[in-house]
């Protein structure tokens, strides 16, 4: 069983940075693809940042310069350094594995970027 377990959220003010975390843990072989999604409230979910199975990164345009994805494939972990954050990057932020072609979403961790 594969749980991606996520942790970081919290409330922040505008201009102020936060590092999310997500830790895979489980029957891990390989790790294919891995990245961040997030949900604003009446909003679809949308990419935030992701490492494609070839290694190279994808942002958001309203992300890019700001955020950046980073990871620990030894420890099966991808993180999210969100800098300047604003309030509409407020939002329930999920990380995204495919480990042996199947996906995982962790449980989401809450953002909340208000003065």
């Known amino acids: 069983q594969v749980q991606l377990v996520e942790s970081g959220g919290g409330l922040v003010q505008p201009g102020g940075s936060l590092r999310l975390s997500c830790a895979a843990s489980?029957?891990?072989?390989?790790?294919?693809?891995m990245g961040w999604y997030r949900q604003a409230p009446g909003k679809q979910r949308e990419l935030v940042a992701a490492?494609?199975?070839?290694?190279?990164?994808n942002y958001a345009d309203s992300m890019k310069g700001r955020f950046t994805i980073s990871r620990d494939n030894a420890k099966r972990t991808v993180y999210l350094q969100m800098n300047s954050l604003k309030p509409e990057d407020t939002a329930v932020y999920y990380c995204?594995?495919?480990?042996?072609?199947?996906?995982?979403w962790g449980q989401g961790t809450q953002v909340t970027v208000s003065s």
């Open positions: 995204y594995m495919r480990i042996a072609g199947n996906g995982y």
């Open positions: 490492f494609t199975s070839g290694g190279s990164t």
């Open positions: 489980g029957s891990i072989f390989s790790i294919n693809a």
